[in-house]
């Protein structure tokens, strides 16, 4: 059980164009969704958290015109980069708490690897 | 701020000995304190969670203890393998909502 799912795995995409990562909890409601950055031999950087039917929080120094995040159902959530340059390759991990009713535990995607030229 | 600080180094252990990776934070103590497990190029996998209240938690060949007279958090996999090899993170419980402020993560290498 407690099983995310991001989508797609890997994307290579032309600078000034937007890209839209898509992350699912697969068996159970997510109550709380969240971003996380990690830069090569850096740790995770949360992004913003989401929560379904509201506004994302983000963190400080994130962009949130620039990361777009919707959080439409207890399953879904989507992070998109728009008008992405190359600054923003990086490897893009979303979470998910709530599995079985634990809000304090996170099961993390696979990871999305963003590669802008 | 808070500082969350691992064993920069990567650490090599030989076969069946114990693996300890530390973990020191500084500040304020979180309500809980969590490790995870993470392959490169994939996302961080959960492996335990020890709240403020507890000193100890075990999970088949995993040992975790918290210290928050020292602010510390020691990680122990007994009968290590080589398939133990990966970089292992801990986090933090920050500022409430649930978030997590992850350490820099120190990689093991369980060598044959």
């Known amino acids: 059980g407690a099983v995310v799912s991001q989508h797609p795995s890997w994307v290579i995409c032309k600078s000034g164009t937007s890209v839209k990562i898509e992350c699912r909890s697969l068996?159970?409601?997510?109550?709380?969704m969240f971003w996380y950055r990690q830069f090569p031999k850096q740790s995770l950087m949360l992004m913003a958290t989401?929560?379904?039917?509201?506004?994302?929080?983000?963190e400080q120094g994130v962009e949130k015109d620039k990361f777009l995040i919707n959080h439409a159902s207890l399953t879904l959530s989507t992070l998109t980069v728009t008008s992405a340059h190359p600054e923003d390759s990086s490897f893009y991990i979303c979470?998910?708490?709530?599995?079985?009713?634990?809000?304090?535990?996170?099961?993390f995607g696979p990871g999305t690897r963003l590669t802008v030229l | 701020s808070q500082k969350i600080e691992q064993n920069s180094e990567a650490l090599n252990i030989q076969e069946g000995k114990t693996a300890t990776l530390t973990c020191n934070y500084t500040?304020?103590?979180?309500?809980?304190l969590q490790w995870y497990r993470q392959d490169p190029g994939r996302g961080p996998v959960f492996l335990l969670l020890?709240?403020?209240?507890?000193k100890e938690k075990r999970k088949e060949r995993l040992k975790v203890t918290f210290d928050t007279t020292l602010k510390q958090s020691l990680f122990h996999i007994t009968a290590s393998q080589p398939a133990d090899s990966a970089t292992y993170l801990c986090?933090?419980?920050?500022?409430?909502?649930?978030?997590?402020?992850f350490g820099t993560g120190t990689q093991l290498k369980v060598e044959l």
């Open positions: 979470s998910a708490g709530g599995a079985s009713g634990a809000t304090d535990t996170q099961y």
């Open positions: 068996d159970f409601q997510a109550t709380t």
């Open positions: 989401s929560n379904e039917g509201s506004k994302a929080t983000y």
């Open positions: 500040n304020y103590s979180p309500a809980y």
């Open positions: 020890i709240r403020e209240n507890e």
């Open positions: 986090a933090l419980e920050l500022g409430g909502g649930n978030k997590l402020t």
